[in-house]
């Protein structure tokens, strides 16, 4: 991952530089103006826990977050830091339902079990906002978030997801008209969309390290920098470590994209996949202003879709695209910046202050895989480039399932789990040959 290399905030600079001098974060705008963190132990010793969660991103911080308040011993074993992967760089998007919408899944599921799915849709922005008011976090959480459409099939699309997402309980939706949009983004991109007020934004890595910080005020421990090598599967576990390990009657696996192969059936049924990030210079007040007047962050309609908001001091943070296999891309800016003023022009003198990478984990299915190995192993993966909102409510099940109510846990652990046809040798350009159709189809509008 790339950072420029003359970054003219200075504030920034000194933020920057701590974090080079304590094992950084990788590069990013969020790493560069994280709040405070302490520096978390490696685990250098054998011991015991009711659980063990392995990965302290949104996934395994949420669910020790929910096991401590139920009165569990939670260890949480990070291979970097708090928030290093997806948690921590994502575009910061509070968006609701999953990444296949709960039509298409009752399409799999049938018309019996969908209302849980309904329930369960809206459920991951209302824990974040808790989390954040009990927690005192300060991670720039801002209401609103707008989905545009580029062409009349999109925006066609966009009222039957109204109507879908009222049946299910959200009544914060609003239309918005060619005219009404432009008050909304200062572009000529798009035709309409549709307004979310339920949705919304946050700096993503400072959400994570307030969460972090809030599962150690509860008595829980994180150890950073102690990658897990085994885990010995039995009642009880054993997560061993490169220094130390973990016996604890359950294991929570909760890796995604960063897991490798430490859990080969898991591996198997999933792809990590690369998106890029900008940001852009602090703007001017009246620029920034001008771009996004409400401070809704947007993201397109198109299979791959490109997304964009305003950080908390001004900067247009934009994202797109995707790098099937989790491949670095040698030049972030080629890709990201041609969009960026594509969608605002009127950016062409604004610098572009920092650039990076991070991955995600797509599923064949685009549905999140939930489920148990063995008896007391249990996984939680693959939000499909949807996480954000999901991470949090996939904790919140692994709490009822632990605490013996399975019912929302199975819902999901009983979708069906594909493997990629062609296993890993063939899932990239299958992957790839499928996101150049549905391109194609965006493009023209069909």
Not at 100 to 118: A, N, P, Q
Not at 158 to 183: A, C, F, H, P, T
Not at 319 to 341: E, S, W
Request: proline share 4%; with cysteine; hydrophobic share 40%.
């Amino acid at each position: 991952m790339e950072q420029a290399s003359s970054i003219q905030n200075p504030q920034n600079q000194i933020q920057q530089t701590r974090l080079e001098a304590s094992q950084a974060h990788a590069p990013s705008y969020y790493a560069a103006s994280a709040n405070a963190s302490p520096m978390r132990e490696v685990l250098k010793e054998d011991i015991t826990a009711d659980i063990c969660i392995v990965g302290a991103g949104y996934t395994g911080l949420s669910s020790a977050l929910h096991l401590l308040e139920a009165g569990f011993n939670v260890v949480v074993l990070e291979a970097a830091k708090v928030g290093w992967g997806a948690s921590g760089r994502n575009g910061g998007q509070i968006v609701n339902s999953f990444s296949r919408d709960i039509d298409m899944i009752e399409k799999t599921v049938g018309k019996e079990k969908i209302g849980l799915f309904g329930e369960m849709a809206f459920e991951g922005g209302k824990i974040i906002r808790e989390r954040v008011e009990k927690y005192h976090i300060q991670c720039d959480l801002k209401d609103g978030g707008v989905f545009a459409a580029l062409n009349a099939k999109q925006m066609h699309e966009l009222e039957s997801q109204k109507v879908l997402w009222e049946r299910y309980g959200n009544n914060q939706l609003e239309m918005l008209s060619d005219r009404d949009i432009r008050s909304v983004v200062d572009t000529e991109c798009y035709v309409g969309g549709l307004l979310d007020k339920s949705g919304g934004h946050i700096h993503p890595l400072n959400l994570a390290l307030g969460e972090a910080a809030a599962v150690e005020s509860l008595g829980g421990k994180i150890y950073e920098h102690s990658p897990v090598v085994n885990i010995e599967r039995g009642e009880p576990a054993k997560v061993v470590t490169e220094q130390g390990s973990v016996t604890a009657s359950f294991v929570i696996v909760a890796g995604n994209a960063y897991l490798g192969n430490l859990m080969p059936e898991l591996r198997a049924k999933s792809m990590p996949c690369g998106t890029q990030v900008i940001a852009t210079e602090p703007l001017s007040d009246e620029l920034a202003q001008s771009l996004l007047p409400q401070n809704y962050c947007v993201e397109d309609c198109n299979y791959l879709l490109d997304y964009f908001r305003l950080s908390g001091d001004k900067r247009l943070i934009y994202g797109g695209g995707v790098v099937y296999g989790a491949r670095d891309p040698a030049d972030i800016d080629a890709i990201i910046r041609p969009k960026m003023l594509k969608t605002f022009p009127q950016l062409g003198s604004v610098k572009t202050d920092f650039r990076w990478t991070g991955n995600f984990l797509m599923t064949l299915s685009r549905l999140p895989q939930v489920g148990r190995i063995g008896s007391n192993i249990y996984y939680s993966q693959g939000c499909s480039g949807h996480g954000v909102t999901y991470t949090h409510l996939a904790g919140r099940l692994m709490s009822e399932v632990l605490k013996g109510q399975a019912e929302r846990f199975d819902a999901f652990a009983d979708l069906p789990h594909l493997p990629f046809p062609g296993g890993h040798l063939l899932s990239v350009p299958f992957s790839a040959l499928g996101a150049w159709y549905y391109t194609v189809r965006d493009k023209f509008g069909i």
